[in-house]
Every structure is written in C-alpha cells, then in structure tokens.
C-alpha cells in the first residue's frame, strides 16, 4: 500500500499540470509556442513600444491588418480566421497592454494610451498605415487609434463594441425585472462585471487561479454557440488570466471608463471607411457608429452572441475580404 502510494505520488509529480474546468488539457498545450506552431506561417514576437513590451502574433503577405482582441481572451481569439485572412493580408494578432504574455504595467489602461502602444506598434513593424480590426476591449482601443492617429488607420472594423461613452454612466445597478438570465437580453443587457470589474484588490482575492469560473459564465451568458469555444480556447484564457497581475491589469481595462468616456468628448468623426459587426450589440454599435463615424456600415451576424470572431469566423471572413479589398 505504501509503495503504491508513493508511485502515485510520483505519478501526481511527474504528470503535465491541467487547469481547473479542463482536467484534459495540459498546460504545455496552451502555451504561445504551442498555439503558433498550430498556425503554420504565423510566429510569435515581441516589441518594445510606448514604454512597453507586446507580444504579438505575425503571418502572412500583402496590406497590414491588425487584430486586437478583448476581455477575457488573448490574440488566440482570432486564430479561426487568420491563417485565410493570411493567404492576402500581413496579419498580426495582438495581446494589449495587460494581456497575455504583453507587460502588465501598474497603469496606461485608458484607451488613448493602450491606442498609443499600437501607433508605435504600427510604425515599428509597417511601411505606412493598417487595417485595424477590434473586438469588445480591442474595439475600444481601436476606435481610440483612428481617432488619434487617424494617419495609421485606413480602415477599421468594430466587432460588437464601441468606444466608452456617456452612455456608460446610466449603465443600471440592478437589471430589468425579468430580463436576467443564462443568456443576455439584447434588449435589456445587464453588464454587472463593468461595476465588479471597478473594485480594486478584491477581484484578484477572490479570482487568483479561478478567474476560468468568471469566464465559464460570461462565455455562457454572451455566446450564442457556446461550444465554439472550447476546451483548449478555455484553457488557453484560464491561464492567461489566472494570475494576480493579469486581473489587475484586466481590471485596470475597465477602472479607466471614466477617462475614455471624458477623452471621447473630444474626438470628431472618424474620417476613414469603417465596418462594425455585431451580435448582441447590433443597436448600440449602430447607433455609436452612426453619430461618431462618417463612413460606417453596421451588419448584424446573424445567428453569433457576442464573439463573432470564434462563433461565425467564415461569415467575418466573408465580412472582411469584401471591405478589406474594397
């Protein structure tokens, strides 16, 4: 008995580390060196930017496109579509300020700043300007980009978010009686975690190596196939964000509301042709674009909750090869 424990034991020790909700994954498997040798043609960098180090993702031939990806997932987001989007575009997929295997400084999560790391981006590896495509947290900070640097940007895709706005601040506390469920009302959303998310310290107490329970419930609750993100999608997020820096640093994503909302009010329109796609935020990305952007196009994708770019990647791809090429 003795001697079967300590085999077990060394079993238990020797055995590739999983993480909690997917006993089956190990955690060699969601490593950047592993995800990009799943891309062919794709590698994994690094560059210093604005005072700070980003990884990103990079494959491909032809016009620039970046691709900036939100909260809680990493430049793994898009890797549905970036291998076709490859075969006529440079691609480069990147983890933000705060992300990934991207610094986790102690500030500059307001999204003028995190807009400024992709300017320097931008001119560090391009020869002029970018098509820039942004989802949820990515979106803001891609918006602020055009706005800021409209020179970078010659054109911009928004996938189902805008930019923070005075809208935010009549965000409700407690949600519509009735309307709360599994799965988001798109008619009375309840974004809870924009409040939680504002908290400091506390979050990391009660998330430090669980932040996958937050995800696993946000995955469900914005998603209309759930299971197109799966096992090894969710273990590559839970560890990327299991650690106390990177929920600070996501947290800090969302604590800078106040000084995007302020810095929106100076913006004119956006010049340059922009696409937005949207789920559950169809209306309110319309709406936004419609008074923020001269040259805006707003598509619903049918059939897609809030991540388009893992749910419906062919219909994004049909979306982005016709405004790309345009």
Known sequence: MKRLSIVAALALTLAPPVFA???TVPAQAVSDTALVRALPGFASKMATVNGVRLHYVIGG???LVILLPG???TWWSYHKTMPELAKTHRVISVDLRGMGASDKPAGGFDKKTMANDIAALITQVG?????????DIGAMVAFSLAANHPEL???LVLLDVGHPSKGYLQLKMLP???????KIDEDHPYL?????HQVKGLPEDLMEGREDREQAWFFRYMTKNEAAIDA???AVYAAAYASRDAIRASNGWYQTFNQDIADSETYGKLPMPVLGLGGPGYARLKAFLEATAAMSTTYRVEGSGHFIAEEKPDALLTYLTEFLNQ
């Open 192 to 196: 809870w975690w924009f409040a939680f």
């Open 61 to 63: 031939r032809g016009p």
């Open 153 to 155: 940007v010659r054109k």
């Open 21 to 23: 909700g997917h006993p």
């Open 71 to 73: 909260w809680p997932e």
């Open 127 to 135: 020869d002029g300007n970018a098509d820039v495509v942004g989802h």
């Open 176 to 182: 519509d009686a009735g309307t709360f469920n599994d």
């Open 232 to 234: 090894r999608d969710r």
